[in-house]
DNA sequence: CGGATAGAATTCGAATTTGAACAAAAGGGA
DNA sequence: TCCCTTTTGTTCAAATTCGAATTCTATCCG
């Protein structure tokens, strides 16, 4: 209704710093993934996200939602990673409409290789300029931005469900963090 | 060298709140743009940064640059926009390789439609979540992020060049901030 | 049970993005 | 002036992404 609130010139700075920082990050991280490891960023993304999670795999809709990418697109990329053999898909017993993505051998393997750099990037363009108040800042507003979008409206919602058609106990605590 | 220092778990939580916030509203943000006034996300973008630009114009690696996207990238947008009428080209008498984007009346005109759902939805859902000290922390600390990563190596260099190849003391000093 | 509705994943064609190769022009010495 | 290197923007094919169907399954309710 009312006209529109323009952004203060502070809230601009932070605006443009924000998808600035961002594009330029991601742009870097993708560029040294592909060089070294021939993984994109979503692929990277895919295997860091699986290897953190329960049985080192996700339902293909939950993993879609954790990355924010659309379903099809996964469905593609998972495709591709599948011929890679960096990840099966396993069907669900007691839902044969879902589909496990499953992080394989290899695909931990690589992992583990390529999150190295990938972490030492982060740390050295992001942390290591950024001071803790800052970092505190980030991880309270932002995390506080993302609660509220993930709640509401949007393609993008969680499925919920939680563990169900879990395979078996095979243990394996999640995994070390090479989420980042 | 040295072992791999991984993330603290704050230190996580900041980068999965940057990624994953900045994923969720480019993304509403698009969406929004595309259903009401037919934009994408990039060619908002576009858009808001010509409209900021000292004649309405910049030369096609300034904006390349700016936007963090690839040349080709561009090269190809401004062709679809071209097309919509929403930007022209020109090209620089004194430097036969340089071109310009120029926006038009009708490219201004639909920026300025767009700008107030635009910029109401960066408010919603981005400033009203965040507190004063963490809006700034967020322009201080990105901010540098940004600035390190702009000045060191990397595909997407500014070209410095400045007002070169100016056309005519137009006038019309920049524009509101339909930036953000 | 039967039928309607909702959910999960994939398919498919169109649009976009990417990166390498290219053409054209500027700039910089010798 | 004549090369040689750099800068600019475009072109092109291949890879990726998007979104609207589509298919198949589950769930709910009478």
Known sequence: MGHTRWLTDEEKRAWTAFTTA?????????QRAKRDFGLSGLQYEILARLSEAPNRELRMAELAG?????????????????????????????????????????????????????????????????????VRALADGLGEVTRRMAAGPGE?????????????????????????
Not at 93 to 120: N, Q, Y
Not at 156 to 179: E, I, K, P, Q
């Open 66 to 134: 954790a990355l924010v990418n659309s379903k099809s697109g996964l469905t593609y990329q998972i495709g591709q990673m599948e011929k890679l053999g960096l990840v099966r898909r396993r069907s669900c017993p007691s839902d044969d409409r879902a589909v496990f993505a499953v992080l394989t051998e290899e695909g931990m393997a690589l992992l583990e290789r390529a999150a190295p750099d990938h972490v030492g990037l982060v740390r050295e363009l992001f942390f290591d300029v950024l001071t803790t108040e800052q």
């Open 156 to 180: 993008t919602r969680a499925t919920a469900d939680g563990a169900a058609c879990s395979d078996a106990g095979v243990g394996a605590a999640a995994a070390a963090d090479l989420g980042a």
């Open 22 to 30: 961002h594009a330029l990050l991601y742009r870097r991280l993708e």
